[in-house]
Each structure stands twice: as structure tokens, then as C-alpha cells.
């Protein structure tokens, strides 16, 4: 009689125990059980047999250390040509163009450029600079409107990434281009892209990217294969749709140089076209331009002798 009331006493103890650490699991595990796992796109194989993974990664591992930017230092001139899309039964908004400079080169982190957007009269020139690779980081000039008589110069975080620039398609992630530097990724073969052979490969973003822009599942990218240059880059949405995409329409072959690139918003169908009106090749820029602090400093730019012009 004893041995049973014990063995009642120490099963309920037991249930109370059970029943005390079930509850103790549900509420450390509910916020992640109603959380719903993020989409991630599947690889879109353009091959029966998947290719070869480590192919792949030599074949990115050779773009990365290649960049995507002319050999040596650089100077380009360039127009944003905002191009709206009509609505229906509502006229276009007119064509509009933002003039822009860029310098550029690499150094030990990976390819770094200096930016600077003249939206027109009466707007504030707007200088950035971008430094790319897999360490990358941005600055801004003025750093706010308040700052602008100072000559403010602000580091920007990456929730600063995907804001339009002077009113164009263009953004801070597009003239960076982290995804090419992401780690997991997929090598999804050979197809040809307005008929030319390019490798595919499929990006997902880091968390602290999908912190910031949550709809942003991936990126799929384009490489030529003769010359491992990107052909096309596309922002993939957590639903699967096309958010962006990033398009080289026209390459001049004399400097070969990505003379149009289009970016488009596939969902409003707006787009940009950034289009380079001339160049300066081989030049010998001093480090120290490419200090974010140089960026309160106005730049002039190469001399005329040093600049080809590109034909319209």
C-alpha cells in the first residue's frame, strides 16, 4: 500500500516536471515556430545535369578578382536618362537627365569609385563614394541638408542601400554590387543571353541585407563567357517575381566599356538608362581622392586631351 501511495506521488511529480518543461520549450520556441521561413528560389538548372559546383566557384572566383571595372584607374562621364513609363490613358512624364561623373580604381579592399550626381538647377550636388568587394561601405556628401554649409561627410548604412538616386532608378546597392561578393550561392550553368553564351549563377543575400529590404530573395547574375564581364544582374522577390533588373544594352568595343546599362523596376516598369558619354583611361589618381573625407573637396575632372568622347 505504501510502495503504491510512492509510486503515485513520484508519477505525478514526473507528470508535473513533463508537463513544467513542454511549456518551458513552447515558449522558447513559439516566436521561431510562427515565423515563416524565408523564401528562398530554387536554382533554375539550365542543364539536365546540374553543373559542377566547384566550376562554379572558380569561374566567380575569376570575376571577383577581376572586377567588374576598367583595367587601372579611370574617369567616366555619364547621363541618367529617367525614362517614366506611360500609364494608360495618362501621358508619360517628360524624359529627364541627370549628369554624373565618376572616378575609379582598386585598392586593397576591391574596386572603389567616386560619384557625383548634378540633379539641375537649384538641387545640391550629390557626391558618393562606393567602395565594392566582399568588405564594402558607402559614403555620402553632403551627409544631411542641415550638414551642407559644413561639408558634412557621413558613412551610409545599408538601410540607405535601395534609396533612388536623384530621383532615378538608380541606387547606392546598384553602383556597389555587394551580391557578386555573396558567399552561398549556386552555379546554374550555361545559357545564352541576347545571343551570347553566359554563366548563370543564383545569390542569396546575407541577413543583414534581408534585414533591410525583407523582399529581396536573391540575385541572378550573367557573366559573359569570353570575356567573364556581367552581362545582366536580376533583383529576385521573396515571391519569386523580378523586382530589378540591371541590363547592358551596349558595349563601345574600342575602350570596351558598358557604354548603356538599363535598370528597370519590374514592377512599375519605369527604368533608367545610364549611359556613358566619355572616357579617360590609364590615369594615375591620387590615393588620397578616395578618402571619404576628400568627398566635401570638389574634383575637377581629367583635361580635355585625356577624355575620348563617345559617339551617341
Known sequence: MQRAAQLEIFSGRALRTLAGLTLLWLAATAPALAQPSRFRPAPGYVQVTPPDPAEGRKILGEFRAQGWELAGAFYLEFELHVLPRPLRGVPAAPERVVPGRLWGRRNDRGPITRIVLQPGAGDAERRLLVQSGPESALWSWPAAEADHAAGGVSAVGAAALFTPLAGTELTAFDLQMPFIYWSDFVYEGTEPVRGRPAHVFLLYP???????????????????????????????????????????????????????????????????????????????????????????????????????????
Open 206 to 312: 546575407p541577413a543583414a541585407i534581408v534585414a533591410q529590404q525583407p523582399a529581396l530573395a536573391g540575385v541572378r547574375i550573367y557573366l559573359d563567357t569570353e570575356f567573364n564581364a556581367l552581362m545582366q544582374a536580376e533583383e529576385i522577390s521573396s515571391t519569386g517575381a523580378p523586382l530589378k533588373s540591371i541590363t547592358v544594352l551596349e558595349l563601345d568595343r574600342k575602350v570596351r566599356v558598358a557604354k548603356v546599362i538599363d535598370l528597370r523596376d519590374e514592377q512599375t516598369r519605369n527604368h533608367t538608362q545610364f549611359t556613358v558619354t566619355a572616357v579617360a583611361l590609364d590615369q594615375d589618381f591620387a590615393a588620397a581622392l578616395f578618402e571619404p573625407a576628400s568627398l566635401a573637396d570638389s574634383l575637377k575632372p581629367p583635361s580635355e586631351s585625356a577624355l575620348q568622347r563617345l559617339s551617341p
